[in-house]
């Protein structure tokens, strides 16, 4: 019996960890780390890592940096770094240093990935690295006065080759270095590599390994999440930020408002800090999320006409309970809305129930509708992940949806079938059993 009570963490932890393995499968990440973490004794952990998420079928495309190398070769040969606004201005010695920085960091990710993972089956299963001049650049000029020479931008990111790579389950690493048509060798940031390549590959996920604690509020405590707004407000305001946090969330605004959905920052001093983020419920970075919470708010009377527009024609198809005017009016403070150019596309309300045991509440989420002409653009998943997050504010430990029509969608998204007698005593006394809805219940959660 001892030894199957200490395998019940582990089987669990394996069982939460498989929706995200099969949603994870096919998917193109980029991941973010600089020069410091190849140098780190635990660089050989990180790598391990990268190897078993290649080898779930996860599309991986490593951007890294090398500051730490190029001021050492600068410092040897006795030269100063020279930056403006955080930005190198590479010369024709920097460049010289830059290149040869960039060219062993590189060939040292290469050498560790062609490894595998050591004491395992994957022993010595070589992953296949592609990397070259899939970066054109161009020069940076002169800024506010600054000449910044060698230092370039990205012009252009040859994403069929990188995407051609992917497809015959390679991993591909990009460099802070872009190539122009005529030859010409350019500094850039990892961060523009980055955001420039998860921008033109369509990337559903960006994930950036800083350095330090990651981001934290004003009372050091790790900010969990931030909607775009929230983090355009972080950068705007007077509050002081380490160097690589303001880049990377600079870089976080623009993928977001380029189509990237999640952007991820995560410490680099946590061992498994990649594993835990994407297989866990909770994770251990911040989340900045691109869906637009600003157009997702607390419903008023004057949305009742807009609201009943939406939900109509479900009521007449019986997939929604039909809500008389005068009935949504009075319940109307349950209902969350989006809006978007002073119409309502979408709907959903949260109805909390005590289940009458010390600690446990529950919410029942009801009346979920998108427009016709906005559904398969994931705001459905967009509301119903603010829904859980409105629930989790105000104490909720599960939500449960009765559903004739859906029930698929909800159990994609994590919900679990279950019986009547799962619902709280006064929601299951109210429970239509000519409807004949079926029962699903989901434990919140961080979400992924």
Same mark, same amino acid.
């Given at each position: +019996?001892?030894?199957i009570?200490?395998?019940?963490?582990f089987?669990?932890?394996?069982?939460?960890?498989?929706?995200?393995?099969?949603? %994870?499968? !096919?998917?193109?990440?980029? =991941?973010?780390?600089?020069?410091?973490?190849?140098?780190d004794?635990?660089f050989?952990?990180?790598?391990?890592?990268?190897a078993?998420?290649?080898?779930l079928?996860?599309?991986?495309v490593?951007v890294?940096?090398?500051?730490?190398?190029?001021?050492?070769?600068l410092?040897?040969?006795g030269?100063?770094?020279h930056?403006?606004?955080? #930005?190198?201005?590479?010369?024709?010695?920097?460049?010289v240093?830059?290149?040869e920085?960039?060219g062993?960091?590189?060939?040292?990710i290469? @050498?560790r990935?062609? +490894?595998?993972l050591a004491h395992?089956?994957m022993?010595?299963?070589?992953?296949?690295v592609a990397?070259?001049? +899939?970066?054109?650049?161009?020069? =940076?000029?002169?800024?506010? $006065?600054t000449? %910044?020479?060698?230092?370039?931008?990205v012009?252009?990111?040859?994403?069929e080759?990188i995407?051609?790579?992917?497809a015959?389950?390679?991993?591909v690493?990009?460099?802070?270095? !872009?190539?122009?048509?005529?030859?010409e060798?350019?500094?850039?940031?990892?961060e523009?590599?980055?955001?420039?390549?998860a921008?033109?590959?369509?990337?559903?996920?960006?994930?950036?390994?800083?350095? $330090?604690p990651?981001?934290?509020?004003a009372?050091?405590?790790?900010v969990?999440?931030?909607?775009l707004?929230?983090t355009?407000?972080?950068?705007?305001?007077?509050?002081?930020?380490?160097?690589d946090?303001?880049?990377? #969330?600079?870089? *976080?605004?623009n993928l977001?408002?380029?189509?990237?959905?999640r952007?991820?920052?995560l410490?680099?001093?946590?061992?498994?800090?990649?594993?835990?983020?994407?297989f866990?419920?909770d994770?251990v970075?911040?989340l900045?999320?691109?869906?637009?919470?600003?157009d997702?708010?607390?419903?008023?009377?004057e949305?009742v006409?807009?609201?009943l527009?939406?939900?109509?024609? #479900?009521?007449?198809?019986?997939?929604?309970?039909?809500?008389?005017r005068?009935r949504l009016? +009075?319940?109307?403070?349950?209902?969350?809305?989006?809006?978007?150019?002073?119409m309502?596309?979408a709907?959903?309300?949260l109805?909390?129930?005590a289940?009458?045991?010390?600690?446990?509440?529950?919410?029942?989420? @009801?009346?979920?509708a998108?427009?016709?002409?906005?559904? !398969?653009?994931?705001?459905g998943e967009?509301?119903?992940?603010?829904?859980?997050?409105?629930?989790?504010?105000?104490?909720?430990?599960n939500?449960?949806?009765?559903s004739?029509?859906t029930?698929?969608?909800?159990?994609?998204?994590g919900?679990?079938k279950a $019986? #009547?007698? @799962? =619902?709280?005593?006064?929601?299951?006394?109210l429970?239509n059993?000519r409807?004949?809805?079926?029962?699903?219940i989901?434990?919140l $959660? *961080?979400?992924d």
């Amino acid at each position: +019996m001892t030894t199957i009570t200490a395998q019940k963490p582990f089987v669990s932890w394996f069982r939460d960890a498989g929706p995200y393995i099969n949603a %994870f499968r !096919g998917r193109t990440f980029v =991941l973010v780390f600089g020069g410091e973490a190849v140098q780190d004794d635990g660089f050989a952990g990180l790598i391990h890592d990268i190897a078993l998420l290649n080898s779930l079928g996860i599309r991986l495309v490593l951007v890294h940096g090398a500051r730490p190398q190029v001021e050492a070769r600068l410092k040897t040969r006795g030269q100063q770094t020279h930056t403006v606004d955080d #930005l190198r201005v590479t010369d024709d010695i920097a460049l010289v240093c830059v290149k040869e920085a960039v060219g062993t960091v590189r060939v040292e990710i290469e @050498a560790r990935l062609s +490894m595998g993972l050591a004491h395992s089956p994957m022993a010595g299963a070589r992953i296949h690295v592609a990397s070259g001049n +899939m970066v054109t650049a161009r020069p =940076l000029g002169v800024c506010d $006065g600054t000449d %910044f020479l060698h230092t370039g931008e990205v012009r252009r990111i040859d994403a069929e080759a990188i995407h051609a790579q992917l497809a015959l389950g390679g991993v591909v690493l990009l460099s802070p270095l !872009g190539y122009s048509p005529t030859g010409e060798v350019f500094n850039l940031s990892a961060e523009d590599v980055a955001t420039s390549a998860a921008i033109a590959l369509k990337a559903d996920k960006v994930l950036y390994l800083a350095e $330090g604690p990651g981001l934290r509020d004003a009372r050091k405590k790790l900010v969990r999440e931030l909607s775009l707004s929230d983090t355009q407000k972080t950068l705007d305001s007077r509050r002081k930020l380490p160097q690589d946090i303001r880049r990377i #969330l600079h870089s *976080a605004v623009n993928l977001c408002l380029n189509g990237i959905k999640r952007v991820h920052i995560l410490s680099r001093q946590i061992d498994g800090a990649l594993l835990q983020e994407l297989f866990t419920r909770d994770g251990v970075g911040t989340l900045i999320n691109a869906d637009r919470y600003e157009d997702t708010r607390q419903a008023g009377i004057e949305d009742v006409a807009g609201i009943l527009e939406l939900i109509t024609p #479900l009521e007449a198809a019986d997939v929604l309970v039909r809500r008389p005017r005068e009935r949504l009016e +009075m319940e109307i403070q349950r209902f969350t809305v989006v809006e978007r150019d002073g119409m309502i596309i979408a709907c959903a309300a949260l109805y909390p129930f005590a289940d009458g045991k010390p600690g446990a509440h529950s919410a029942e989420l @009801a009346c979920l509708a998108v427009h016709p002409d906005y559904q !398969g653009e994931g705001r459905g998943e967009t509301l119903l992940r603010f829904i859980e997050q409105t629930a989790k504010q105000h104490g909720i430990e599960n939500l449960f949806v009765l559903s004739t029509r859906t029930s698929h969608w909800f159990l994609e998204r994590g919900f679990i079938k279950a $019986g #009547l007698d @799962a =619902l709280p005593k006064k929601r299951k006394a109210l429970y239509n059993y000519r409807r004949n809805a079926n029962v699903f219940i989901r434990k919140l $959660g *961080a979400t992924d």
